[in-house]
Structure formats: C-alpha cells, structure tokens
C-alpha cells in the first residue's frame, strides 16, 4: 500500500524542496528516493499498534487521533504530513513536525503551516511546529534547531594535526557495556552543566552504542584518570547517499576547553574503516562548540530544522 494512500508522483513531490537546495555532488534520483523512504516511514507511525505503543512509552496524555501521523493538506497545491513530537520525550513539551511538498523559505509560507497545524492540533497545548528547509534563511518568527553539518569524510579525518598518542589512549570496544556505564554519568553531568542545551541534546541509549559497536563505530579515550570519553557514529545515509552520520563526541570534564575535540573526531575518522567518503550529524545551532568542530574538519551546513512557536491552544 502506498503511504497516506498518496499516488506515485505526489510521492515524488516531496523530494522537491530538496531538489532546489542540494549540496553538489549529490544524486537528484538518490534524495528524492530518500524523500519518498521517508514519507513511509512516517506513513509507519499511523499504525495503530505503533501509535498505542507511543502513548504508553512516552506516558502522556494524548488521544489515538492526536498521535496518528496524518496528511494535514492534500490539494492540488501541496500535500502536507505531520506528527505529534515531545522534545527529547519531555511530556511537557509536545510539538508538531511538519513535511511538505511546497517550500516553506518566507514568511507567508510560515504563516500558512502555522495556520494549518493550529487548527488541527487545537486542545493538544503543541508549543509549535518543526520544519526541515534549506539552511540559513531569514524567517522572522523561526529559529533554528538541528543543522546538519556535512562534508567529506576523508578531508576531516586529515585536518586536524593534533598528536592524541601519549596524551590519550584509544581502543575500540566490541561491547558497549564496557564504557556505557561511565559515559551515562558523564553525560548527565554535561548535561546538568548546560541547561540552555540539555533539552536539545539526548544522550545515546546502550542500544545505540551497540549498534555503533558492531559496525566497528565506538571509540573509547582513557587517560592515567581512567575513561576520558568516546565517539559513535552509524552508517546512515544523506539525500540517499551512503554516509557516516556522528552520533556522539564526548569528553570528560577535566578534558573539556583544550581544543582536543577536533583531533578527537579526526582521530576517529582516520581509525574506522566504514568505506564511505561522506560524514554529517545533526548539531544544534546554539551548540557552537560542536558547530565549531565540525567547521575545523571541513563540514558545512546542508539542512537546517526550524521550529516557530505557537500561542497555546
């Protein structure tokens, strides 16, 4: 069955947006498969087994309906999916992410997203709605969430010169049990210490860092102290391109504010052996520090997540 019912070439539009901003080098048949993938996926979140399961999960209270991802329009103008979120499942934060066939780069294209999903949320207390566009635009009532930073994954394993041997030893555990325990607690304590980034920033569950494992993608950093932090990633792809997409950098307190996280990551993409040439992760445009390191290694902002707050309903 085809998701939300929609015919081939509805399917097909939603690539369109992509299309008019996609990095060179990038294959226009590639992404927009990956546009149409990802119109199923959320088409898999309408399952009413998977909508109960949600509910249960995040333990709030929203009905069937408020969480059955939906086509919020489907005219001759656009067709438009959204879902139910909870910000790192934060209850108390619920938000409505949006995909559309239609650009949404100005302010009256804003306006009528912020129209639609208000009259269709009203009583579910959304404090607004997410959209993903073309990075850097100057829209007045969004700000800017997720970036994705991008770029290829060779020149950011070579460029950064910083000896690690000596300093720090690596080892690439086949367990993430080995070192979940540790960077649970330091992640927390990162977190605890950055309040205007927590809600934004989830620390990877063991899971994650399994998967990470099995794919030769866990790196652990000990020093005399003993567990000195770690980088993850998995196999993900970027507008249908095989990719490596960061999941984790981290580095203990004591470590952190001495320029070691570029030589960390570096260090990183020189030891795996994923055989891609692409590297990106999602980093949060008030996380500069993170921004920043993925700049040094040569990434570049590619996609942009913009939310707009809504008046509660």
Request: charged letters at 20%; hydrophobic letters at 45%; aromatic letters at 8%.
């Amino acid at each position: 069955m085809s998701p939300f019912d929609l015919p081939a070439h509805r399917l097909a539009a939603f690539a369109r947006p992509v299309l008019e901003y996609l990095p060179a080098g990038f294959d226009a048949e590639d992404a927009t498969q990956a546009e149409i993938d990802d119109v199923g996926s959320l088409a898999a979140l309408a399952a009413p087994e998977v909508v109960a399961a949600r509910i249960g999960r995040l333990g709030v209270d929203a009905s069937t309906w408020d969480m059955t991802e939906r086509l919020l329009e489907a005219s001759g103008e656009r067709t438009v999916v959204s879902g139910l979120r909870y910000l790192n499942l934060d209850p108390a934060f619920p938000f409505v992410a949006v995909k559309t066939t239609a650009r949404v780069n100005d302010a009256e294209a804003v306006d009528a997203l912020a129209a639609k999903v208000t009259s269709a949320y009203r009583g579910v207390g959304v404090r607004g709605f997410t959209f993903w566009e073309q990075p850097g635009l100057d829209l007045p009532s969004a700000e800017g969430w997720a970036t994705v930073m991008a770029g290829s994954l060779s020149a950011a394993a070579g460029a950064n010169e910083r000896d690690l041997i000596g300093a720090l030893t690596i080892s690439w555990p086949e367990a993430a049990a080995e070192v979940f325990t540790e960077y649970r607690l330091e992640h927390q304590a990162w977190r605890s210490g950055a309040p205007e980034l927590s809600p934004f920033v989830s620390e990877s569950d063991q899971a994650g860092l399994q998967e990470a494992a099995d794919q030769g993608l866990l790196m652990s950093l000990r020093d005399d102290h003993g567990f000195a932090g770690l980088a993850a990633a998995t196999i993900s792809p970027l507008f249908g391109r095989p990719a490596l997409c960061m999941l984790d950098v981290l580095l203990t307190e004591r470590l952190r504010g001495r320029g070691l996280a570029p030589a960390v990551q570096s260090s990183f993409l020189t030891g795996q052996r994923s055989g891609v040439d692409t590297v990106w992760g999602h980093i949060h445009a008030r996380n500069l520090p993170s921004l920043r390191t993925a700049q040094k290694l040569g990434r570049r902002p590619v996609q942009q997540e913009y939310f707009v707050s809504l008046p509660a309903s």
